[in-house]
C-alpha cells in the first residue's frame, strides 16, 4: 500500500507510526509544513513559563521518524490533489514533484481564525498557532527582556486559547489585558458558575479582564499597538485568539465535499473513497470536530487499524474531558463540547 499523508502534527503522527507497526511493508510518505520536528501543539499556550520550550516542545525529531521507515518530507506543501491520477503535488524549498498514492490521508489541522474586520492590521498583532510563531513571540519578548522591561500584552479572545496564553504571561510576569466580546469567559467550553471561577482566577494572577468589548481594529503610536473599541488603549503588543480554522482550501479545490471542515462519515472517509481526513480538519457526520488530542490520536490509530484491516466498527469518539491550561484553575463541572 502506498500511504501519502498531510500534515505532522498528532494526528498524521499517530496515524503513520501505528499504520507502519500493522504493515510492515507499506510505503508511508508525510508531508509537512514544520521543519521543527514532530511537537506537542498544546504546550504552545506554555510557551512563556517553560524557558527551554523550543527544545522541550519537540516529541520527535523527524529523523526518528525517518529512522522507523517513514518518509517525511518537511518544510513543503503540497499544492494540489488530482484525485483522477491519484496524486498529489508536493513544493519544497529545493524542488517541486508528484507523488502518487493509494490512500491519502488529510490531517493538516487547522489555522488559527482571524475574524474579517482584523485582517487589514494583520501586521500589527501576533498570533499563536504553531512553533513557528511561539519562536517570533519569545524573541519579541526577549528584547524587553534584554532590556529589563516587561511588555504589556493585549490578548483578543477570551476563550481556550486566549485564556491560556494570558494566564501564562501574567504568571510569568507580563502585564496582560485580555478582551472578549463576550458576557463571560470560555462560553463554549463553561458552564457559567465554572465562567466566574476562571474570571476570579485570571483577575488574581494580575490578568485585567475587559467584558463585553467589541474590538473595532488596530492602529500604531509610534512603537506602541492600539486596541479600538471606542476608546484606544495602547500596548507593546497585541495577539489575536479567536478561534480556530479548519484547513480546508486543499480539499475543497480537489472537489471534496466541505463544510466547517472536511466532511467525512463514520469511517473517516471523505467523498472519495481513496481519501480519508483525521483531526481538526475533519467534520463528522454529527457536525463535530474533534479538536483535542485523546479524540485526535484515537482517530488516528482506529484508522490505521480500519487501513490494515483490523477494524470493522465504525469510528466512535471516546470519552473525554479536555481541560484548560490555565495556571491555579479547575473547573467543577465537565467541559462542553
Not at 26 to 38: F, K, N, P, V
Not at 112 to 123: H, V
Not at 215 to 225: A, L, P, T
Not at 228 to 242: N, P
Request: hydrophobic share 40%; aromatic share 8%.
Amino acid at each position: 500500500m502506498r500511504i501519502v499523508i498531510i500534515g505532522s502534527g498528532v494526528g498524521g503522527v499517530s496515524f503513520a507510526e501505528k499504520y507502519r507497526s500493522l504493515q510492515a511493508e507499506a510505503r508511508i510518505t508525510l508531508i509537512t509544513r514544520e521543519d521543527d520536528g514532530y511537537y506537542s501543539r498544546p504546550l504552545l499556550s506554555r510557551g512563556f513559563s517553560t524557558d527551554n520550550i523550543e527544545q522541550s516542545i519537540i516529541l520527535k525529531p523527524f529523523d526518528k521518524l525517518r529512522a522507523e521507515n517513514i518518509e517525511i518530507i518537511s518544510a513543503a506543501e503540497v499544492t494540489g490533489i488530482n484525485r483522477a491520477d491519484r496524486t498529489v503535488s508536493v513544493s519544497g524549498p529545493d524542488r517541486q514533484h508528484v507523488l502518487p498514492y493509494e490512500k491519502l490521508i488529510l490531517a493538516q489541522g487547522s489555522e488559527a481564525f482571524i475574524p474579517p474586520p482584523f485582517r487589514p492590521y494583520s501586521d500589527l498583532f501576533f498570533r499563536l498557532n504553531n512553533l513557528v510563531d511561539l519562536k517570533k513571540l519569545r524573541r519579541f519578548r526577549q528584547g524587553f527582556l534584554d532590556r529589563n522591561r516587561r511588555p504589556a500584552w493585549a490578548i483578543i479572545g477570551g476563550g481556550l486559547i486566549g485564556c491560556e496564553v494570558a494566564s501564562d504571561l501574567a504568571v510569568s510576569g507580563d502585564p496582560v489585558t485580555l478582551y472578549h466580546a463576550a458576557d463571560r469567559l470560555m462560553e463554549r467550553q463553561l458552564v457559567a458558575e465554572d465562567s466566574v471561577t476562571l474570571l476570579d482566577v485570571m483577575q488574581g494572577s494580575g490578568v485585567e479582564v475587559l467584558l463585553n468589548q467589541a474590538v473595532q481594529g488596530f492602529s500604531r503610536q509610534g512603537d506602541k499597538v492600539c486596541v479600538e473599541t471606542g476608546v484606544s488603549a495602547a500596548f507593546d503588543a497585541v495577539l489575536v485568539a479567536t478561534g480556530f480554522k479548519p484547513r480546508t482550501e486543499l480539499a475543497e479545490k480537489a472537489g471534496l465535499e466541505t463544510g466547517r471542515g472536511i466532511k467525512v462519515n463514520q469511517r473517516l472517509q471523505t467523498s472519495d473513497d481513496h481519501i480519508h481526513a483525521l483531526g481538526d480538519v475533519a467534520e463528522l457526520p454529527n457536525g463535530k470536530l474533534y479538536a483535542f488530542i485523546l479524540p485526535i490520536r484515537n482517530q488516528a490509530l482506529w484508522l490505521a487499524g480500519f487501513l490494515a484491516g483490523q477494524e470493522n466498527k465504525d469510528w466512535q469518539p471516546p470519552a473525554f474531558n479536555p481541560k484548560a491550561k490555565v495556571h491555579g484553575f479547575e473547573a467543577a463541572h465537565p467541559y462542553l463540547f
